[in-house]
């Protein structure tokens, strides 16, 4: 039994004995004190008879006429003369009637009152008894009444306690509902803290709670700061910063694939030229200490992109969603020159830049971009090279127009791939669903539109478009889907709002819905993320990160919000299968995931060997080009 | 004679009167009325009442007394009305209640009348009228009964109280009196005129016949001496 509902029983035991014993003590009482009154008046009235009776001559008829008189113009009931073998000689009486009183009432509580009895004399000689007995119908009228009362005023101080337990059980209620809540969140490895209540025995519960969940979320931020340094050792370049090249070619291979916003963006490549001649004139430590300057210059310019280390003297940067070539070629020479500048010797420093589109091939860009690099340097040291962009292949080539053709399109209805993402067993998890818009007569992956859909502001009405999508595939085929949500949609509570509608429209097919956004946007928007997370998960949608690696340490933060699963990055996970230190990372990850109740997924596996490496380590689902559902071809 | 637990109970600590308190809640509660409880009397109490009202002279009357009723107890009626008669018309000088105790009409108990070793007309009956019944004479047939009393040959005529014992209730009664020690059957009292008369039947009938917790003993002078009576173990 509940705690509450035992609180109100005994509340309600308390009530019924506290009132019921008054009620009946009350009505007793007041029956006894009525009982005396009465039996006193029989008593004297008797007496007081008796007393003027034997004054009088002992004629029958004068008796006879005394007791009528009595009995007719007195409350009595019975008025009866006995002679002293007490045989009956005169007797007067009345009706009983009890009106006004419920009979079972007057059962209950039937007065025994005696008769009020004397003795008439008649000179030295008892000459007869006289019996008296009042009427006492009023009396139970005035006990009935009585207890009306009673029962009224009880019942009033009855619902006020009432409504004062209610108080009281309410208080005690909340705290203990979080108190529960909160421990059945750390059940479900979810270690979140909550406010410590007022009532102290609770508060200590609590605060035990808040202490675990705290020792739990230091640990893990401690075996993930670990992790991050061993991936840092094994992706970065311990001179400078910057990831190596075989990171950097992941990196840029996963980026030419993306099916979201960031699918289009510009790669450019900075050369420090004759790195040997450098090394002797400056001495080895300054050298590095160029090399590391130059890195943070590019990554200040990056921001959200990469920086790579290609090899001794060349540095790739990636900077996606990024169109203007004009601008970041500025604000590379703006950052670099001055470094250069600074030198004691003259530093050649050509770079190269170009733009990059979906579904272009890695040696094509890079291939190219070395082309153009190495005529840069024979232009000159500090010569900068903007690649023409004469093969570009754009849909559309207006703003206005992308606009009309991407509101047409979503208007007109989204379609959804399938990548299936299968757990360890090879059963289906969900789907990866990225959206396929009709444009120009011919369905087009998103990596072609959603940069555009991103620069026109359209993020909304097409998650939008995506969700309707996606629960209408689920209603038709009930199998569970994910669905990416744009950082920017993320961040509008419009959005969110219209985003609860219509999951509160199909609550059915909501909880097959699994959300997710990409590991930067939550991590940079911790808040806007939490908020997200409590909204979709009211409605048993399950909530995920993408694209995880880089950010991994501070994911810790985030162990309390109840994340169902984690995908790591395609950049951590490809060619896991033959790098020892990559499998002790992802180990690590995977561990640390199950230690919160979080499934690990690997993003882009594409091997099978891959594969098989991934679910010995310990992942609990994979997804990918090699990747297929069983009877899938 | 009667008495209620409840007054046993109150010479017997506060445990026992917190038990007899709920036992009378309990037994008022489910009406069951505490009926008359034949009288036990308690020498002890009586001599310790005796001692600490009026010393040890006291409580060699009560001693007397005690063991007039043991003498008593097996003989005849007649023994036993004259006897009484005699004890009580010995021990207790005749005066008025304003001289004994500071107030007209004070009724006392057989032990005050003793204690005193005075008393007026009542505190005779009433004496008699106890120790008569405590040696086993019916409460019926005993009536105390107000006369009015011609003093000598004069014509000077006071209230009185004598006890009369009617053998039957229609019988005529015989009258113990202290102002003629001889107990005479009524008709021949031509110096007494019956006025009206009364005994303690019915007066502990019905739920309430606790001495001091019921009010309506207090109200009435015949119901106080009875309750002053149990107070000092009489009843």
Same mark, same amino acid.
């Given at each position: 039994?509940?705690?509450?509902?035992?609180?109100? !029983?005994?509340?309600?035991?308390?009530?019924?004995?506290?009132?019921?014993?008054?009620?009946?003590?009350?009505?007793?009482?007041?029956? =006894?004190?009525?009982?005396?009154?009465?039996?006193?008046?029989?008593?004297?009235?008797?007496?007081?008879?008796? !007393?003027?009776?034997?004054?009088?001559?002992? &004629?029958?008829?004068?008796?006879?006429?005394?007791?009528?008189?009595?009995?007719?113009?007195?409350?009595?009931?019975?008025?009866?003369?006995?002679?002293?073998?007490?045989?009956?000689?005169?007797?007067?009486?009345?009706?009983?009637?009890?009106?006004?009183?419920?009979?079972?009432?007057?059962?209950?509580?039937?007065?025994?009152?005696?008769?009020?009895?004397?003795?008439?004399?008649?000179?030295?000689?008892?000459?007869?008894?006289?019996?008296?007995?009042?009427?006492?119908? $009023?009396?139970?009228?005035?006990?009935?009444?009585?207890?009306?009362?009673?029962?009224?005023?009880?019942?009033?101080?009855?619902?006020?306690?009432?409504?004062? /337990?209610?108080?009281?059980?309410?208080?005690?209620?909340?705290?203990?509902?979080?108190?529960?809540?909160?421990?059945?969140?750390?059940?479900?490895?979810?270690?979140? %803290?909550?406010? /410590?209540?007022?009532?102290?025995?609770?508060?200590?519960?609590?605060?035990?709670?808040?202490?675990?969940?705290?020792?739990?979320?230091?640990?893990?931020?401690?075996?993930?700061?670990?992790?991050?340094?061993?991936?840092?050792?094994?992706?970065?370049?311990?001179?400078?910063?910057?990831?190596?090249? @075989?990171?950097?070619?992941?990196?840029?291979?996963?980026?030419?694939?993306?099916?979201?916003?960031?699918?289009?963006?510009?790669?450019?490549?900075?050369?420090?030229?004759?790195?040997? @001649?450098?090394?002797?004139?400056?001495?080895?430590?300054?050298?590095?200490?160029?090399?590391?300057?130059?890195?943070?210059?590019?990554?200040?310019?990056?921001?959200?992109?990469?920086?790579?280390?290609?090899?001794?003297?060349?540095?790739?940067?990636?900077?996606?969603?990024?169109?203007?070539?004009?601008?970041?070629?500025?604000?590379?020479?703006?950052?670099?020159?001055?470094?250069?500048? &600074?030198?004691?010797?003259?530093?050649?420093?050509?770079?190269?830049?170009?733009?990059?589109?979906?579904?272009?091939?890695?040696?094509?860009?890079?291939?190219?971009?070395?082309?153009?690099?190495?005529?840069?340097?024979?232009?000159?040291?500090?010569?900068?090279?903007?690649?023409?962009?004469?093969?570009?292949?754009?849909?559309?080539?207006?703003?206005?127009?992308?606009?009309?053709?991407?509101?047409?399109?979503?208007?007109?209805?989204?379609?959804?791939?399938?990548?299936?993402?299968?757990?360890?067993?090879?059963?289906?998890?969900?789907?990866?669903?990225?959206?396929?818009?009709?444009?120009?007569?011919?369905?087009?992956?998103?990596?072609?539109?959603?940069?555009?859909?991103?620069?026109?502001?359209?993020?909304?009405?097409?998650?939008?478009?995506?969700?309707?999508?996606?629960?209408?595939?689920?209603?038709?085929?009930?199998?569970?889907?994910?669905?990416?949500?744009?950082?920017?949609?993320?961040?509008?509570?419009?959005?969110?709002?219209?985003?609860?509608?219509?999951?509160?429209? *199909?609550?059915?097919?909501?909880?097959?819905?699994?959300?997710?956004?990409?590991?930067?946007?939550?991590?940079?928007?911790?808040?806007?993320?939490?908020?997200?997370?409590?909204?979709?998960?009211?409605?048993?949608?399950?909530?995920?990160?993408?694209?995880?690696?880089?950010?991994?340490?501070?994911?810790?933060? !985030?162990?309390?919000?109840?994340?169902?699963?984690?995908?790591?990055?395609?950049?951590?996970?490809?060619?896991?299968?033959?790098?020892?230190?990559?499998?002790?990372?992802?180990?690590?990850?995977?561990?640390?995931?199950?230690?919160?109740?979080?499934?690990?997924?690997?993003?882009?596996?594409?091997?099978?060997?891959?594969?098989?490496?991934?679910?010995?380590?310990?992942?609990?689902?994979?997804?990918?080009?090699?990747?297929?559902?069983?009877?899938?071809? | 004679?009667?008495?209620?637990?409840?007054?046993?109970?109150?010479?017997?600590?506060?445990?026992?009167?917190?038990? *007899?308190?709920?036992?009378?809640?309990?037994?008022?509660?489910?009406?069951?009325?505490?009926?008359?409880?034949?009288?036990?009397?308690?020498?002890?109490?009586?001599?310790?009442?005796?001692?600490?009202? $009026?010393?040890?002279?006291?409580?060699?009357?009560?001693?007397?007394?005690?063991?007039?009723?043991?003498?008593?107890?097996?003989?005849?009626?007649?023994? =036993?009305?004259?006897?009484?008669? &005699?004890?009580?018309?010995?021990?207790?000088?005749?005066?008025?209640?304003?001289?004994?105790? +500071?107030?007209?009409?004070?009724?006392?108990?057989?032990?005050?009348? !003793?204690?005193?070793?005075?008393?007026?007309?009542?505190?005779?009956?009433?004496?008699?009228?106890?120790?008569?019944?405590?040696? #086993?004479?019916?409460?019926?047939?005993?009536?105390?009964? $107000?006369?009015?009393?011609?003093? #000598?040959?004069?014509?000077?005529?006071?209230?009185?109280?004598?006890?009369? $014992?009617?053998? %039957?209730?229609?019988?005529?009664?015989?009258?113990?009196?202290?102002?003629?020690?001889?107990?005479?059957?009524?008709?021949?009292?031509?110096?007494?005129?019956?006025?009206?008369?009364?005994?303690?039947?019915?007066?502990?009938? +019905?739920?309430?016949?606790?001495?001091?917790?019921?009010?309506?003993?207090?109200?009435?002078?015949?119901?106080?001496?009875?309750?002053?009576?149990?107070?000092?173990?009489?009843?």
């Amino acid at each position: 039994m509940s705690l509450i509902k035992q609180l109100w !029983l005994t509340i309600l035991a308390i009530l019924l004995i506290a009132f019921g014993g008054s009620l009946f003590i009350g009505i007793t009482t007041t029956k =006894q004190a009525l009982e005396q009154e009465v039996r006193i008046k029989n008593a004297d009235n008797a007496n007081a008879l008796a !007393l003027s009776m034997s004054q009088l001559s002992k &004629d029958p008829t004068e008796m006879e006429l005394l007791i009528a008189a009595q009995f007719d113009t007195g409350h009595y009931r019975r008025i009866e003369l006995r002679d002293p073998e007490g045989n009956i000689m005169e007797s007067r009486e009345a009706e009983e009637s009890i009106e006004g009183v419920p009979g079972w009432f007057v059962d209950l509580t039937r007065f025994s009152i005696p008769a009020g009895e004397a003795v008439i004399q008649d000179g030295w000689q008892q000459y007869a008894t006289i019996e008296i007995e009042t009427q006492h119908s $009023y009396a139970y009228r005035s006990l009935w009444r009585s207890t009306l009362q009673l029962i009224g005023w009880f019942g009033i101080a009855a619902i006020i306690s009432a409504l004062l /337990a209610w108080w009281i059980v309410h208080t005690i209620r909340r705290p203990l509902q979080a108190v529960i809540d909160q421990a059945r969140e750390i059940g479900r490895r979810r270690f979140t %803290t909550s406010k /410590a209540p007022a009532t102290r025995e609770l508060r200590d519960v609590v605060m035990a709670m808040n202490q675990l969940s705290s020792s739990v979320s230091g640990m893990l931020s401690q075996e993930s700061e670990k992790l991050d340094q061993l991936r840092r050792r094994l992706q970065h370049d311990s001179t400078t910063g910057a990831t190596n090249r @075989e990171h950097f070619m992941r990196l840029l291979e996963t980026a030419l694939k993306r099916e979201d916003d960031q699918t289009a963006g510009i790669i450019a490549m900075v050369r420090v030229s004759r790195l040997n @001649e450098l090394n002797e004139q400056l001495g080895r430590p300054a050298t590095d200490q160029l090399l590391a300057q130059i890195a943070a210059a590019l990554r200040s310019v990056a921001q959200n992109g990469h920086v790579g280390r290609l090899n001794g003297s060349d540095f790739a940067v990636l900077i996606p969603e990024e169109e203007d070539l004009e601008a970041v070629s500025q604000r590379l020479t703006e950052r670099l020159h001055p470094l250069l500048d &600074d030198q004691s010797v003259r530093v050649a420093l050509p770079m190269a830049l170009r733009r990059y589109r979906h579904h272009e091939t890695r040696a094509t860009v890079l291939s190219s971009l070395d082309g153009e690099l190495a005529r840069a340097e024979t232009q000159g040291d500090r010569a900068v090279i903007l690649a023409s962009d004469d093969r570009e292949n754009v849909l559309f080539h207006t703003h206005e127009a992308w606009r009309d053709a991407l509101v047409h399109a979503i208007h007109e209805g989204i379609s959804l791939a399938h990548y299936p993402v299968l757990d360890d067993q090879g059963h289906l998890l969900h789907f990866e669903a990225p959206s396929r818009l009709r444009l120009r007569d011919s369905w087009q992956p998103a990596g072609v539109f959603m940069p555009w859909v991103s620069r026109l502001g359209l993020n909304s009405e097409m998650d939008l478009a995506v969700v309707d999508a996606a629960l209408h595939t689920i209603a038709k085929d009930n199998t569970p889907i994910a669905l990416n949500v744009s950082p920017r949609a993320a961040n509008d509570a419009t959005f969110i709002a219209a985003l609860k509608a219509r999951l509160q429209a *199909a609550p059915e097919a909501a909880t097959q819905l699994w959300f997710e956004v990409p590991e930067i946007m939550a991590v940079n928007h911790m808040e806007n993320f939490r908020t997200l997370c409590r909204e979709l998960q009211r409605f048993g949608c399950r909530m995920g990160l993408e694209h995880v690696g880089p950010e991994f340490s501070k994911i810790a933060q !985030l162990h309390d919000i109840g994340l169902i699963y984690l995908k790591i990055d395609a950049s951590l996970v490809n060619g896991a299968d033959t790098s020892a230190d990559q499998q002790s990372i992802l180990r690590g990850m995977a561990t640390l995931c199950h230690s919160i109740g979080i499934k690990a997924i690997a993003e882009g596996v594409a091997t099978e060997a891959e594969h098989t490496c991934l679910l010995d380590i310990g992942f609990d689902g994979v997804t990918g080009p090699a990747i297929r559902l069983a009877g899938d071809t | 004679m009667t008495n209620s637990h409840s007054v046993q109970d109150r010479r017997l600590g506060r445990r026992r009167f917190l038990a *007899a308190l709920g036992s009378t809640i309990v037994a008022g509660a489910f009406g069951i009325n505490a009926g008359p409880v034949a009288g036990n009397m308690d020498p002890a109490q009586l001599r310790r009442s005796m001692r600490d009202q $009026y010393g040890a002279s006291g409580v060699e009357v009560i001693d007397e007394w005690l063991s007039l009723l043991d003498r008593l107890a097996d003989r005849n009626l007649d023994t =036993q009305l004259r006897e009484v008669n &005699d004890f009580f018309n010995r021990r207790i000088e005749w005066v008025d209640d304003i001289d004994v105790w +500071g107030q007209k009409d004070y009724w006392a108990t057989p032990l005050e009348a !003793l204690g005193k070793g005075r008393g007026d007309c009542e505190d005779y009956s009433i004496a008699k009228y106890i120790t008569l019944t405590q040696l #086993g004479v019916p409460v019926a047939t005993l009536r105390m009964i $107000y006369v009015k009393a011609r003093l #000598g040959r004069s014509d000077t005529t006071i209230a009185h109280m004598v006890l009369g $014992y009617y053998e %039957t209730p229609s019988a005529e009664p015989r009258i113990l009196d202290n102002l003629q020690p001889s107990i005479v059957p009524a008709r021949q009292r031509t110096d007494l005129e019956p006025v009206f008369s009364f005994n303690s039947e019915g007066l502990w009938t +019905g739920s309430s016949t606790s001495s001091k917790a019921d009010p309506v003993a207090r109200l009435s002078r015949w119901r106080r001496v009875l309750a002053r009576m149990t107070e000092q173990g009489f009843l």
